[in-house]
């Protein structure tokens, strides 16, 4: 595979793992119906979540095939996402500037479009990426 179809890394995957439970692994592998259900279930009870401890090779390989590369990182997104997402960064990064300054002053927009970011981000930076 090439670094062009490298679109999610494997080092993320593992470090958004260790806080698996809430589904934030799942999330940033494009699985946003798993990632939900981890969130509200504990990462099923934590089984699930030792479960993608070997899974998340496979979820790599995956999100490599699905998403598409280009000048937006997917990995820069989502760290951005899971640690300033309420302040709308991620979309300053993806030359959102309204949507940007919209989540800077109302938190997310009240903590939904961070959510919705959260189920969307991968298909957004990807339809970004088609059209560069």
Request: cysteine-free.
């Amino acid at each position: 595979m090439n670094a062009q179809n490298d679109t999610h890394r494997k080092t993320i995957g593992y470090i958004l793992w260790i806080f698996g439970f809430t589904g934030s692994h799942r999330f940033y592998y494009g699985r946003p119906v798993t990632g939900t259900i981890w969130f509200f279930t504990l990462g099923l009870l934590f089984i699930g979540w030792i479960v993608d401890l070997f899974l998340i090779p496979s979820m790599d390989r995956k999100a490599d095939l699905r998403f598409r590369g280009g000048p937006i990182d997917y990995n820069v997104a989502w760290i951005l996402l899971t640690f300033l997402g309420l302040f709308g960064v991620h979309r300053f990064y993806m030359g959102k500037w309204v949507t940007g300054i919209l989540y800077l002053v109302s938190g997310g927009i009240f903590g939904i479009g961070y959510l919705y970011d959260l189920w969307t981000l991968n298909d957004q930076i990807s339809i970004i990426n088609g059209s560069a």
